[in-house]
């Protein structure tokens, strides 16, 4: 079935520091994904919505400036938290899309991302 | 707007028993409907799916769910629970010809008893 590899599992970093998160579809080429932020004992809220070739769609309350998502191919989209601060700590999940709407979607295993 | 609700926020249930999570749509139009599963740190696995027909849907680790319409309900169902299935749950839906965003009900954590 369709894989999608994230990477890193976890991260540590300082404060002001920028971290970038890579969503990658092994297996099938994903024209839309999803990159998604859970808090502990939380549900998945939707940041944005990344389209190879364009810019993300961010939901309302996500700062663009500070998740900066790129999608320059059909098989990677990278997350970046720039001047990352001790509450943008969380657990990022991102999500493939393949083929048509409501079908086929894959999630990575998520990023763990600690700022001290 | 479209919501899925989730009304359990923790069940306890014993291996062996078996177990069923609800799961609620409020919007008029069918949409698509999802059941997943994440383990602790972990991302979120598929277990099952409905788009139409057969309402009762057979899912991955002998998981199955029905839909029903005249309750906009969902629920996610199995006979017979292991210890290995203590995980979070959670109920997602695509509303029709509304876009590709999946929206997450609040999750269920499942314990089980030994």
Request: aromatic share 12%; glycine share 10%.
């Amino acid at each position: 079935g369709a894989v999608v590899s994230q990477h890193p599992s976890w991260v540590i970093c300082k404060s002001g520091t920028s971290v970038k998160i890579e969503c990658r579809s092994l297996d099938f080429q994903a024209t839309t994904m999803f990159w998604y932020r859970q808090f502990p004992k939380q549900s998945l809220m939707l940041m944005a919505t990344s389209n190879e070739g364009s810019k993300a769609t961010y939901e309302q309350g996500v700062e663009k400036d500070k998740f900066l998502i790129n999608h320059a191919s059909l098989t990677l989209s990278t997350l970046t938290v720039t001047s990352a601060h001790p509450e943008d700590s969380s657990f990022y999940i991102c999500s493939a899309r393949e083929g048509q709407a409501g079908g086929g979607y894959t999630f990575g295993s998520g990023t763990r991302l600690t700022v001290v | 707007a479209q919501s899925v609700t989730q009304p359990d926020i923790h069940i306890t249930v014993s291996e062996g028993a078996s177990l069923e999570l609800r799961c609620n749509y409020s919007y008029g139009a069918t949409p698509y409907l999802f059941w997943y599963v994440q383990s602790p740190g972990q991302g979120l696995q598929l277990l099952l799916k409905y788009f139409s027909g057969d309402t009762l849907v057979q899912g991955i680790k002998g998981f199955e769910a029905e839909f029903k319409r005249s309750q906009s309900s969902f629920n996610l169902r199995k006979p017979s629970v292991h210890w290995s299935d203590a995980a979070e749950y959670f109920c997602a839906s695509i509303l029709t010809g509304g876009g590709n965003k999946l929206t997450f009900g609040t999750g269920t954590q499942l314990k089980v008893e030994l």
